[in-house]
Nanobody
Framework: QARLVESGGGSVQAGGSLRLSCAASGYGTSNGYMGWVPQAPRKDREGVETISSRGTYTYYTDSVKDPVTISLDNAKNTVYLQMDSLKPKDTAMYYC????????????????????WGQGTPVTVSS
């Protein structure tokens, strides 16, 4: 069973940046897919920003217009999410997830394809 531990969240001013990290144990980032998904208060999780093993492919949710970049370091078994130009609407709990097979419909990777989840790291963006 994979264990995913997120870190890097915090409180920032609008326009600021954060880099989230997800350290995986019991799961090799060189296998399958890993991703990040925000869950804002009282809202459902939407698409998962996803990266394939070895970083060959990335999948970003179409509805996410803000600049985010997912990357991974196989040697450290860690996946990152770089978020820039943050806005108050980006305030959410950010979860790391892992799966062997994704469900991508051309616009987003669906959350129900992921079977391992971290506890989340909170991001708060103030105006």
């Amino acid at each position: 069973q994979a264990r995913l531990v997120e870190s890097g969240g915090g409180s920032v001013q609008a326009g600021g940046s954060l880099r989230l990290s997800c350290a995986a144990s019991g799961y090799g980032t060189s296998n399958g897919y890993m991703g990040w998904v925000p869950q804002a208060p009282r809202k459902d999780r939407e698409g998962v920003e996803t990266i394939s093993s070895r970083g060959t492919y990335t999948y970003y949710t179409d509805s996410v217009k803000d600049p985010v970049t997912i990357s991974l370091d196989n040697a450290k078994n860690t996946v990152y999410l770089q978020m820039d130009s943050l806005k108050p609407k980006d305030t959410a709990m950010y979860y790391c997830a892992a799966t062997d097979v994704i469900l991508y419909d051309g616009a987003r990777c669906h959350t129900n394809a992921y079977y391992s989840w971290g506890q989340g790291t909170p991001v708060t963006v103030s105006s």
